[in-house]
């Protein structure tokens, strides 16, 4: 289980922690999860090990599939609520490089 204190110490590590958890309980593999979303597995790696984060409309795709393979509505509310936050805690620190949090392919 994801320990709830992470949340306050590493967003985006956290966020990075919940949706790797739901996505191999409720899809299986991170090709299939890249897919359902329309991405390429690498970004669902980078992702998952917490080096980018999914941008607006990519990030409602995640939710999308998640809910469709039967993530609940909590799950759903605190993948979303640590997604908002690592956004935020990104944006309040310098990039180590410019451009878009998407991985290039």
Not at 30 to 47: E, I, K, N, Y
Not at 63 to 81: F, I
């Amino acid at each position: 289980m994801i320990d709830a204190m992470s949340s306050h110490l590493r967003p985006q590590s956290y966020f990075a922690d919940r949706l790797k958890e739901l996505r191999q309980r409720l899809i299986g593999k991170q090709l299939c999860l890249s897919c359902a979303v329309g991405c390429t597995d690498a970004a669902v790696s980078f992702w998952e090990s917490g080096k980018r984060l999914p941008q607006q409309g990519t990030f409602s795709r995640i939710l999308d599939a998640l809910a469709q393979v039967g993530a609940s509505a909590t799950e759903l509310s605190h993948l979303h609520h640590s997604w908002q936050k690592a956004r935020v805690t990104r944006s309040t620190r310098p990039t180590e490089r410019g451009g878009s949090d998407e991985p290039t392919t």
